[in-house]
């Protein structure tokens, strides 16, 4: 593990990391849901005291689901209720996740078991093997166009990079500037003075410009701290543990953002571009509308356990 040195406390950067990047977008609405949730499941579920287990376990609850990939991925939903089938999906996964008569507390043993072997985590989550095959081959479905002959498209290359390493998640960025040299080596970002890091590196002398992104898998019990450049990649600090073949993997998927956020700026543009059409900008506002609905449905709900029952089996939006 990489500590910090000692001219910023680990409080003072946390704080910065939530107020300068994303994580602040994302703490203002959910968390008071997120902390509420913890205080209800660990009565039930004593391993969840350990907090980074919780969060570990929630990240993979919602994202490794696999049927949550069948219900984005179904030829089913017409454009109109394409968001309401999303949104209802995942508040009955919340209101499953309440269900007393349901043991979670087996349910996470299994998963700790799971994760530690290295083993599919699907039972443990609610779902199951075969569900689990039929995500993974509609999935691949997305990206069949890397066996066809000539040059692979940036689209293909993105969704085929997605679902290798749909495991991560990238819970802030910040662009940073590393200066190397003599007693050791400093990274801070460019924008968010408050987040700095000084540490011993093999980084060869000199400044080199890149990225600190704080990721968080969903089936190990650890966040990393990565420092990534153009020609350089190093652990800054993790909280919990991990082996260099897993930092390996890390690495490559912080490097492999930078191809990600540029599909993603063209898909936007052609959703953009798309608008133009009437019936296209009425389907684009409906499921806007739709998912901050549910937003605050599922955010008011899950903030409001102890004085309420939790998410019913109604629908969320529709």
Request: aromatic share 8%; charged share 25%.
């Amino acid at each position: 593990m990489n500590m910090p040195g000692p001219c910023n406390s680990h409080n003072a950067i946390s704080a910065e990391w939530v107020h300068r990047t994303r994580l602040s977008r994302l703490f203002k609405p959910n968390y008071l849901s997120v902390k509420v949730l913890w205080a209800t499941l660990a009565g039930r579920v004593p391993a969840f005291l350990d907090r980074e287990l919780f969060l570990s376990y929630m990240r993979s609850y919602i994202y490794d689901d696999p049927n949550l990939v069948l219900v984005l991925l179904s030829e089913e939903a017409d454009e109109v209720r394409t968001s309401e089938a999303i949104a209802n999906y995942i508040y009955g996964r919340f209101g499953s996740l309440l269900d007393e008569s349901n043991d979670l507390a087996e349910s996470v043993a299994m998963w700790e078991e799971a994760c530690a072997h290295g083993l599919p985590v699907e039972e443990a989550i609610g779902a199951d093997n075969r569900q689990s095959w039929i995500a993974t081959e509609q999935l691949l479905a997305l990206s069949s166009d890397i066996h066809d002959e000539g040059r692979l498209s940036k689209f293909a290359a993105h969704a085929f990079m997605t679902l290798e390493e749909r495991k991560y998640l990238t819970m802030g960025s910040v662009a940073a500037l590393a200066k190397a040299g003599p007693p050791g080596t400093r990274i801070e970002s460019v924008d968010a003075p408050l987040i700095r890091y000084e540490l011993e590196s093999d980084l060869p002398y000199g400044e080199h410009e890149g990225s600190l992104m704080v990721v968080l898998p969903s089936s190990s019990q650890y966040v990393a701290v990565v420092f990534v450049s153009e020609m350089h990649r190093y652990l800054v600090r993790s909280f919990g543990d991990i082996d260099q073949a897993e930092l390996q993997r890390v690495f490559r998927y912080a490097v492999n953002q930078t191809i990600s956020a540029n599909v993603h700026r063209d898909l936007e543009d052609a959703l953009e571009n798309a608008k133009d059409d009437p019936r296209l900008r009425m389907f684009f506002e409906h499921n806007k509308l739709n998912c901050l609905r549910a937003a605050t449905k599922t955010y008011g709900t899950l903030a409001t356990l102890q004085a309420s029952e939790g998410p019913s089996t109604m629908s969320c939006v529709g």
